[in-house]
């Protein structure tokens, strides 16, 4: 039986750490070998909070940044890393050319997901949707 495959985009994966009811249910309910991140998700999602933590804040707001911080890297160990390998990095070429008004790091995620036959979650379907032979689904609604 092939299992499908989900990869998380970083919109995504922020709802289900606020604890989005929507996407939390839809995750609960796919089995965890289904679930992947792409490196690329990964890189942002700790960008952001490492930016975050080298701000100048309150401590009580460190607190909470770590905590954040914590169940990110939590939620990446818990999920198979989907990685930019050669096969990503020639089909991110591709829709480089293609795809010129799309973002750097949106066509790795996409090349990733294409290359591993991924359906890519995210709500950012209006862009990734023009993108020929990519799945997206918005888990969100």
């Known amino acids: 039986?092939?299992?499908?495959?989900?990869a998380f985009d970083s919109d995504i994966v922020s709802l289900l750490l606020r604890g989005h009811p929507v996407v939390t249910s839809r995750v609960q309910a796919t089995p965890p070998a289904a679930r992947a991140l792409p490196i690329?998700?990964?890189q942002e999602l700790l960008a952001g909070w490492l930016a975050l933590l080298t701000r100048q804040q309150p401590p009580e707001v460190y607190?909470?940044?770590?905590?954040?911080f914590r169940r990110?890297?939590?939620f990446a160990r818990?999920?198979?890393?989907l990685d930019f390998d050669a096969a990503a990095a020639a089909e991110y070429e591709r829709l480089r050319r293609a795809y010129r008004?799309?973002?750097?790091?949106?066509?790795r995620i996409a090349a990733i997901a294409l290359t591993r036959g991924a359906v890519l979650l995210t709500r950012n379907v209006s862009d990734f949707s023009t993108?020929?032979?990519l799945r997206v689904e918005d888990w969100s609604k």
Request: hydrophobic residues 55%.
């Open 72 to 74: 990110a890297l939590e």
């Open 63 to 68: 607190v909470t940044v770590y905590a954040e």
């Open 40 to 42: 690329v998700t990964a």
């Open 101 to 107: 008004r799309l973002g750097t790091n949106d066509l």
């Open 131 to 133: 993108i020929a032979g």
């Open 78 to 81: 818990a999920v198979s890393l």
């Open 1 to 6: 039986m092939n299992l499908r495959l989900y």
